[in-house]
């Protein structure tokens, strides 16, 4: 039975409570942006279709879902997706890796308002984000090959952070703190965490600007897991005369955290890491005609990755890598009286200088082209290609089709074919430690992508059934003969995975006469992966990530609010994966909310499940909370 506890509901709503107080100027509240589903535009780089008229299998999770769901991290966020899997290796997204459909965290995509966020290191550090949740207007998560629309790395899919835009002059503050309540073994302290985010916006004539900064810390969880974060964010939008926009966007974090167990257990017990990543863009949209609109892009990344796999002795086993990621885009889209035309340039060049990968480098050059159409009436096509030079790598072409037909009112059928590759990461191939090894002849993941299904979109009730095929040839994991063998990274050959979706969200307005309850919002998912091995590798008797990526998903959440004031949400995640471990975990917030301000009370896991997301770590059981968010 996938919930043997589903009878308690809101049994425990735990101890967690945040203030929070808004002011604006002027008088409407800084968070009054909420947009209804199907108005959220999906913003890809050049072709851009709102929500409801997507022919791809795409989730959206919309401001109010953000502000309604108990967490408080982007990857927690992203739990709640379908076929999104989040291992995490400490609480509060502290060290998490994203997949998904079955795929390994090296294969998705990561996007901050369609800027990749991609490390060449390792996808370890993808997730190391400078944005909190108080920036983000909502998510775009797409599955399934995506290279035509996105580029290399998005194998398996793309998750792209959309930032909030101003509307409003205000500013904010939020102070929280939590615990397990759990005692240390070593010195009896309470494990705990606190954080601190403040944020302030500017909204004037012909510009706006956003800025935050916040930092969360804590002692852990269990025996060196403890952790620091900061974070700092801008972003600017300058009008440029009638038409023109300059957008600036930069941030940085610094995280270091305990690493016990994270990567080489049991030997690690004594690791500590410390990664510190830096993000800026610039880019600027012209209208050259009326039909036609330019948008040159140029951004960097840099990432310093500080691993000590024994912090007390700093001279073992110390690995320091330096990554620089320069990009350049150039991205144009025509509309015509025969339909939508879509055309980009993009060059990236990846650097790294580090004491155990070496130094490297490596650069591509990609040529996109893509036409959206309407041949008949509520018909619509959009096909399109990827033309990539690597340099370690030469040629590669990546095509891909979607096509979407409206029928009978609201219902949609879909069906779309793509195409991805995935680069190895340095990590990959030239690492080299106590308990893996590189290898340097390792080639391009490479995947061929079907699905089709069919969808339904209106105010209140947004559906989806799918079914895909998708073949990923020289697929790469880390796999050992033997217990004591140190791994590498094999081409294992080529995986097949069948899958299907089916998922639903449910909103409800004005349910009872005497107002008790106003809104009442279900959302549900459910997702199956049969995945099949084909491989020339019988010797490989042990793998770091196939055998752990999932069987089945289902997630539920349930949202209600009474009396225009009171606010209660219930989760439930549940996943298997193929090595048939399985777990539920089940969070709750209530909220009471004001038009200046809110009090709501947070509990994860509520019924303190054991469980593991990635390698043997064990994840935290119950955690609470205390907070204050105020603003002028």
């Known amino acids: 039975m996938l919930f043997r506890n589903s009878a308690f509901l809101l049994s425990l709503m735990g101890c967690t409570i945040t203030l929070n107080a808004q002011t604006t100027y002027p008088s409407k509240p800084l968070n009054d942006t909420t947009r209804k589903l199907n108005e959220v535009m999906v913003r890809e780089n050049r072709l851009q279709l709102p929500f409801s008229q997507q022919n791809r299998n795409v989730s959206i999770i919309d ?36 997949s998904m459909d079955g795929g390994t965290f090296d294969q998705t995509l990561v996007l901050i308002n369609g800027i990749k966020v991609s490390d060449p290191q390792t996808g370890h550090n993808m997730m190391n984000l400078p944005i909190s949740m108080d920036d983000i207007d909502h998510i775009e998560v797409l599955r399934g090959s995506a290279s035509r629309i996105y580029g290399i790395n998005a194998l398996t899919g793309a998750i792209n952070i959309v930032t ?18 759990k005692k240390k073994e070593d010195n009896g302290n309470t494990y705990a965490n606190y954080g601190i985010r403040a944020s302030g916006t500017l909204a004037l004539n ?73 993000l800026a863009s610039l880019s600027y949209t012209t209208k050259i005609t009326d039909h036609w609109t330019l948008t040159p892009r140029i951004s960097y990344r840099n990432n310093v990755d500080d691993y000590l796999y024994i912090k007390q002795t700093p001279d073992k086993f110390h690995n320091h890598h330096v990554s620089n990621v320069f990009d350049a885009e150039l991205n144009n889209t025509i509309q015509t009286a025969i339909g939508t035309f ?75 074919l793509g195409t991805g590759q995935r680069l190895p990461t340095y990590t990959d191939l030239y690492y080299n430690g106590p308990t893996n090894i590189g290898n340097d002849q390792l080639r391009p993941e490479k995947s061929k992508y079907a699905e089709g299904g069919i969808k339904f979109n209106n105010e209140q009730l947004v559906m989806n059934a799918s079914y895909f095929v ?27 995975t069948k899958g299907f979706t089916l998922s639903a969200d449910y909103q409800f307005s004005g349910l ?84 200046h301000y809110s009090i709501y009370a947070d509990a994860a896991n509520l019924f303190n499940v054991q469980y593991i997301e990635a390698a043997a770590i064990p994840m935290p059981g119950s955690w609470f909370s205390l907070g204050l968010k105020a603003g002028i």
């Open 342 to 416: 879509g055309l980009g340039l993009e060059a990236r060049t990846e650097h790294i200088k580090s004491t155990n990968l070496g130094k490297r480098n490596r650069s591509n050059t990609g040529i996109f082209g893509e036409y959206k159409f309407e041949p008949l009436s509520r018909l619509l096509i959009n096909l399109g290609m990827y033309t990539n030079y690597n340099s370690d790598y030469g040629w590669q072409a990546f095509p891909g089709l979607d096509a979407g037909y409206n029928f009978y009112g609201n219902w949609r059928i879909f069906a779309n």
């Open 470 to 496: 998708r073949r990923i040839d020289n697929f790469i994991d880390w796999l050992k003969a033997k217990e004591s063998d140190p791994y590498q990274p094999q081409n294992y050959n080529q995986v097949d």
């Open 512 to 595: 009872s006469e005497n107002g008790m309850l106003n809104k009442l919002r279900l959302g549900s998912s459910f997702t199956h992966l049969d995945p099949a091995f084909k491989t020339t590798m019988p010797t490989a008797n042990f793998s770091k990530y196939t055998m752990e990526s999932l069987r089945n998903q289902l997630s539920g959440t349930v949202n209600a609010q009474l009396y225009k004031v009171l606010d209660l949400t219930l989760t439930a995640r549940y996943n298997e994966r193929i090595s048939k471990k399985t777990y539920t975990v089940m969070d709750a917030r209530v909220a009471f909310k004001q038009r």
């Open 164 to 181: 909030r835009n101003v509307k409003n002059t205000g500013l904010s503050a939020t102070v929280f703190s939590g615990s397990s309540f």
């Open 63 to 98: 401001q109010e879902k953000i502000k309604s769901l108990p967490v408080r991290s982007v990857s927690e966020l992203l739990s709640y997706v379908s076929g999104v899997d989040v291992r995490q290796r400490g609480p509060g997204g502290a060290q998490a890796d994203i």
């Open 206 to 278: 012909s510009s706006s600007h956003l800025f935050s900064i916040g930092q969360e810390a804590g002692n852990g969880y269990r025996y060196n897991t403890a952790f620091n974060n900061q974070k700092l964010y801008y972003q600017g939008k300058i009008n440029v005369g009638k038409t023109d926009q300059l957008e600036v966007m930069a941030g940085y974090t610094h995280n270091k955290f305990g690493a016990n167990g994270y990567y080489a257990a049991p030997g690690d017990k004594e690791s500590e890491e410390t990664v510190k990543t830096a």
